[in-house]
């Protein structure tokens, strides 16, 4: 009986009380600044003559002695250049100082260092190889650190809305991005499949960083990215919960590389996570610190200031990239997330509608302000861009790749190339429709924070497995708000009359 007495803490307490124990959040860290390293190493060995640009840069050829580029050599392990090497040996001594902190201290102290451990390992795992690849491909040929659509088009993008063109219009063929990949997969260069919000939110860090004398559009990503980290330990109550969050969205290794080369995904990402901040401030005020909420307290005035934040910071995620707007009916849900009970029929389900559509208009109104202008000027040209060209449609449509089943269509021989038609969107109806009616009706029964999140990334992964294309940067965005679902799903507050089975 002592004996098990003895055992019994062991299991009943958490870690952080368990003197001795090492804490799962050491090993999260390792494994996903590690997992970066490694993707990021087999990254840059793909990019030929790295070691003499960086050693002719002006700013970094400096930052390593000349003796100490010689010992070095050209030769040598991934990333095969001295900078490089520096910054992953000064992560991973800061990966063993995280663990060594884990083990030798405990309580306030232990947090503070190791959240300091955590910025730095940031900053020299994904902020600083970032700034490495814009001063890179500054120096040239543009386009050698960078992605096409994400860095060179949008750039273009913003230089055609300066100068009074419509980008919907324009062909990019007198840009960076005309020498950018395969020749035979440049299709790109006639259509922007982007929406507003990605070039018009950035045209004034462009005047700025070109008043200044440098800009990479990467630096309003890894600006926005600054922002949600700093957010993020908000949507999770426990110190151990909080770095956890952290690092799953700033070193998830997958979207890591796609923000170092600069693609897209964390612009929207950063605005659907500022919704999900800010309604989350709503729910917390609103709900009086955890007792079941009533309606009279979700009127408060911070938190519908905040709901409204929630709303216009969707809008903006919907007006940048349709990725977006599959998270609109989940969205919807926590924004009624005051109501016990859902009706689906009858004046239940026209009192909910009409508290959707007053709470909702505001992200309607900024998605209409910044597509609007251009649906007037020319409706066919944005059609065209957006939708058309990921539909392969046209004769420079969007071809066929990525991960999922288009690939069977591929090796079963449906169709000629890369760029023949089919018709995936029977796939994506029977596989995304009967999927959707099951992830609202968990949602309706546990309207969570932490199941909406599930559910969007669940529901676009298998949305986009059926469709003309999956491309892994699409599996980074997913990855996020499936960390995202698990992290907050038990710290997140239930609403009145929730299902605790309706969890992840």
Same mark, same amino acid.
Not at 72 to 95: D, K, V
Not at 269 to 298: D, E, I, K, M, Q
Not at 461 to 479: D, H, K, Q, T, V
């Given at each position: 009986?002592?004996?098990?007495?003895?055992?019994?803490?062991?299991?009943?307490?958490?870690?952080?009380?368990?003197?001795?124990?090492?804490?799962?959040?050491?090993?999260?860290?390792?494994?996903?600044?590690?997992?970066?390293?490694?993707?990021?190493?087999?990254?840059?060995?793909?990019?030929?003559?790295?070691?003499?640009?960086?050693?002719?840069?002006?700013?970094?050829?400096?930052?390593?002695?000349?003796?100490?580029?010689?010992?070095?050599?050209?030769?040598?392990?991934?990333?095969?250049?001295?900078?490089?090497?520096?910054?992953?040996?000064?992560?991973?001594? @800061? /990966?063993? +100082?995280?663990?060594?902190?884990? *083990? #030798?201290? &405990?309580?306030?102290? %232990?947090? =503070?260092? !190791?959240?300091? $451990?955590?910025?730095?390992?940031?900053?020299?795992?994904?902020?600083?190889?970032?700034?490495?690849?814009?001063?890179?491909?500054?120096?040239?040929?543009?386009?050698?650190?960078?992605?096409?659509?994400?860095?060179?088009?949008?750039?273009?993008?913003?230089?055609?809305?300066?100068?009074?063109?419509?980008?919907?219009?324009?062909?990019?063929?007198?840009?960076?991005?005309?020498?950018?990949?395969?020749?035979?997969?440049?299709?790109?260069?006639?259509?922007?499949?982007?929406?507003?919000?990605?070039?018009?939110?950035?045209?004034?860090?462009?005047?700025?960083?070109?008043?200044?004398?440098?800009?990479?559009?990467?630096?309003?990503? @890894? /600006?926005? +990215?600054?922002?949600?980290?700093? *957010? #993020?330990? &908000?949507?999770?109550? %426990?110190? =151990?919960? !909080?770095?956890? $969050?952290?690092?799953?969205?700033?070193?998830?290794?997958?979207?890591?590389?796609?923000?170092?080369?600069?693609?897209?995904?964390?612009?929207?990402?950063?605005?659907?996570?500022?919704?999900?901040?800010?309604?989350?401030?709503?729910?917390?005020?609103?709900?009086?610190?955890?007792?079941?909420?009533?309606?009279?307290?979700?009127?408060?005035?911070?938190?519908?200031?905040?709901?409204?934040?929630?709303?216009?910071?969707?809008?903006?995620?919907?007006?940048?990239?349709?990725?977006?707007?599959?998270?609109?009916?989940?969205?919807?849900?926590?924004?009624?997330?005051?109501?016990?009970?859902?009706?689906?029929?009858?004046?239940?389900? @026209?009192?909910?509608?009409?508290?959707?559509?007053?709470?909702?208009?505001?992200?309607?109104?900024?998605?209409?302000?910044?597509?609007?202008?251009?649906?007037?000027?020319?409706?066919?040209?944005?059609?065209?861009?957006?939708?058309?060209?990921?539909?392969?449609?046209?004769?420079?449509?969007?071809?066929?790749?990525?991960?999922?089943?288009?690939?069977?269509?591929?090796?079963?021989?449906?169709?000629?190339?890369?760029?023949?038609?089919?018709?995936?969107?029977?796939?994506?109806?029977?596989?995304?429709?009967?999927?959707?009616?099951?992830?609202?009706?968990?949602?309706?029964?546990?309207?969570?924070?932490?199941?909406?999140?599930?559910?969007?990334?669940?529901?676009?992964?298998?949305?986009?497995?059926?469709?003309?294309?999956?491309?892994?940067?699409?599996?980074?965005?997913?990855?996020?708000?499936?960390?995202?679902?698990?992290?907050?799903?038990?710290?997140?507050?239930?609403?009145?009359?929730?299902?605790?089975?309706?969890?992840?």
């Amino acid at each position: 009986m002592s004996d098990q007495k003895r055992e019994e803490p062991l299991h009943n307490v958490d870690q952080a009380a368990a003197p001795g124990l090492p804490g799962w959040d050491v090993l999260l860290l390792i494994l996903l600044t590690l997992a970066i390293l490694m993707i990021g190493g087999f990254a840059e060995s793909g990019l030929g003559g790295r070691f003499a640009d960086v050693a002719r840069h002006p700013l970094l050829g400096q930052l390593v002695p000349a003796a100490g580029v010689a010992a070095m050599g050209e030769i040598g392990p991934r990333p095969a250049e001295p900078l490089g090497l520096l910054l992953y040996a000064t992560t991973i001594a @800061l /990966l063993i +100082l995280y663990a060594l902190v884990d *083990l #030798a201290l &405990r309580g306030r102290w %232990q947090w =503070r260092l !190791k959240w300091v $451990l955590l910025a730095g390992v940031l900053l020299t795992a994904l902020y600083l190889p970032t700034l490495k690849f814009m001063l890179l491909d500054a120096q040239g040929p543009r386009g050698s650190y960078s992605h096409d659509g994400g860095v060179l088009q949008t750039e273009a993008t913003i230089v055609f809305f300066l100068q009074g063109k419509n980008p919907y219009r324009e062909d990019y063929t007198a840009t960076p991005m005309a020498t950018w990949g395969h020749p035979d997969f440049r299709t790109a260069l006639y259509h922007y499949p982007y929406l507003p919000w990605t070039f018009l939110f950035s045209t004034p860090f462009y005047l700025i960083g070109n008043a200044l004398g440098f800009y990479d559009q990467r630096l309003v990503y @890894l /600006l926005l +990215l600054a922002i949600a980290l700093f *957010l #993020a330990p &908000r949507l999770a109550h %426990q110190p =151990r919960h !909080k770095v956890a $969050l952290v690092m799953l969205i700033g070193l998830n290794p997958l979207m890591a590389l796609d923000i170092m080369f600069g693609q897209n995904d964390v612009f929207v990402f950063c605005w659907l996570f500022f919704a999900l901040v800010a309604w989350h401030r709503w729910y917390s005020v609103a709900s009086s610190g955890g007792s079941p909420p009533t309606a009279p307290n979700f009127g408060e005035p911070r938190g519908q200031i905040a709901r409204l934040i929630a709303v216009v910071a969707f809008g903006a995620a919907c007006a940048s990239k349709p990725t977006a707007w599959f998270f609109a009916p989940f969205f919807g849900l926590l924004l009624l997330a005051d109501q016990e009970r859902f009706s689906l029929t009858g004046r239940g389900l @026209l009192r909910q509608s009409m508290r959707l559509i007053r709470r909702g208009w505001p992200a309607l109104l900024l998605f209409m302000l910044c597509i609007g202008p251009y649906l007037l000027w020319d409706p066919f040209a944005i059609y065209d861009d957006v939708w058309r060209w990921s539909n392969g449609q046209g004769e420079t449509g969007y071809q066929i790749w990525g991960w999922g089943a288009s690939n069977f269509v591929l090796a079963m021989g449906l169709v000629a190339d890369r760029f023949g038609l089919w018709p995936f969107w029977r796939i994506e109806v029977l596989l995304a429709l009967p999927t959707l009616l099951w992830f609202l009706w968990r949602q309706v029964r546990a309207n969570t924070l932490a199941n909406a999140c599930w559910h969007y990334g669940l529901f676009l992964l298998i949305f986009f497995y059926g469709s003309r294309f999956l491309n892994e940067n699409y599996l980074a965005f997913i990855l996020t708000f499936l960390a995202l679902g698990i992290i907050t799903a038990s710290t997140a507050g239930r609403t009145a009359g929730s299902d605790p089975r309706g969890h992840p």
